[in-house]
């Protein structure tokens, strides 16, 4: 039950507390709960209702409710609930605004999935809750907002489902994710799926193709690398797709620039941009989005040996440009171009490029927000609302 900072409750918060003869606001009474974003306070065995349990959660300033301050309090007490032995829950919609239901399901859903969520596929024994949270539920208040509530929670599952796909394939290390293992990834997605069709190429069709520029990176590396293409049918035939294409850096020890050993094990996020790729289109594919999406993705490792990359090299690009190679740790943009050339058979109407490219990133920004560079500024304008409207904030450089 969502509390806000004055002490009032929501809409239905006021309607449970009226059937509960005013016992929530006889505990708010006593001041212990601040109302803060993500403050909770527990109330066991309330006269009148078979719950064991009610949680007040803190929603801060009633002024300020939105889905995503909503999603942000969940998820501190979904955690909460999630190690305190209660095994299902029922949040109550926090909102009486008619077009608003549909997104704030949609936040309950992110929510839960990212406060359970967990990586131990590599720990020798796991230890999960021993009473987790299995099953969340979701209160409305009339009959009318069934159908985009329930719309929410599918479409919601959905992507909470890519997302976890790409969280486990980033948390993965290095010697299990390779450019291989992430190519199965995606070919298994597209098994059964009639609107999507994975297809890998591989080092000999990549070097007939004239890829030089992401085969030089490749070339230190005992693990081949795969262009890994996925393409979701969705829309009207000959609609053009929008394409992403990502990063797939299974491992960047920065190749003959070696990075320094500090830390050099969180490179195996460099793959991260196509994990999300390879998450996105697998959302696509289960909400059954009406529109084309190519996903694309360029895999491969980058480390020394003595066939690697060497400072001063020229290579030669899918383009036909000649690049001369001055540190190898830049080797994200070598992998990208020719990404980015291979996608322009598809004459897409957009294209969406997504990396882990450079650490200034984060000098400049910080974790608060990715950056965002564009040429087209409709699309920059899109892409930046979309961000806020998710809670996954861009921000335009320079």
Request: hydrophobic share 40%; with cysteine.
């Amino acid at each position: 039950v969502g509390v806000f900072e004055n002490g009032s409750l929501t809409p239905l918060g006021e309607q449970l507390d009226a059937a509960l003869k005013g016992q929530i606001n006889k505990v708010l009474r006593h001041r212990d709960l601040s109302g803060k974003p993500g403050t909770t306070q527990l109330i066991y065995d309330a006269k009148g209702m078979h719950a064991a349990r009610l949680m007040l959660v803190g929603l801060g300033e009633k002024k300020s409710l939105s889905p995503n301050r909503f999603g942000s309090a969940l998820r501190t007490a979904f955690k909460q609930l999630n190690e305190s032995g209660a095994t299902d829950a029922v949040v109550l919609n926090p909102s009486d605004e008619k077009d608003a239901i549909y997104r704030y399901a949609r936040a309950t859903v992110d929510a839960a999935s990212a406060a359970v969520y967990r990586f131990e596929q590599c720990k020798s024994e796991g230890k999960p809750p021993k009473r987790p949270l299995k099953k969340v539920g979701y209160l409305v208040a009339s009959r009318r907002q069934l159908t985009p509530a329930q719309r929410a929670l599918s479409h919601g599952e959905a992507i909470a489902d890519g997302t976890r796909l790409a969280k486990d394939l980033a948390n993965l290390p290095g010697n299990i994710c390779t450019p291989s293992y992430l190519a199965q990834e995606a070919q298994a997605l597209g098994r059964g799926k009639r609107k999507l069709s994975v297809s890998v190429l591989n080092e000999k069709q990549m070097e007939r193709l004239g890829m030089g520029s992401l085969l030089s990176v490749s070339r230190g590396s005992r693990q081949p690398a795969k262009l890994i293409v996925m393409e979701y049918k969705g829309g009207k035939a000959g609609s053009k797709p929008v394409a992403l294409v990502g990063k797939g850096l299974t491992f960047d020890a920065g190749g003959i620039s070696i990075k320094p050993a500090a830390a050099m094990d969180e490179m195996k996020y460099d793959m991260c941009g196509g994990a999300s790729v390879i998450g996105t289109i697998a959302a696509c594919a289960a909400m059954e989005l009406p529109l084309n999406v190519v996903g694309i993705v360029p895999s491969s490792e980058n480390l020394p040996d003595g066939d690697a990359n060497k400072p001063g090299d020229i290579v030669t690009s899918m383009s036909g440009q000649t690049i001369e190679i001055l540190n190898t740790d830049a080797e994200g943009r070598l992998i990208l171009c020719d990404a980015l050339t291979y996608a322009e058979r598809f004459e897409p109407a957009a294209v969406i490029d997504i990396a882990t490219l450079t650490g200034a990133c984060i000098v400049a920004l910080g974790d608060q927000a990715s950056g965002l560079m564009a040429n087209d500024q409709k699309l920059a304008d899109e892409l930046l609302a979309a961000g806020t409207a998710c809670g996954d904030r861009a921000w335009q450089l320079p």
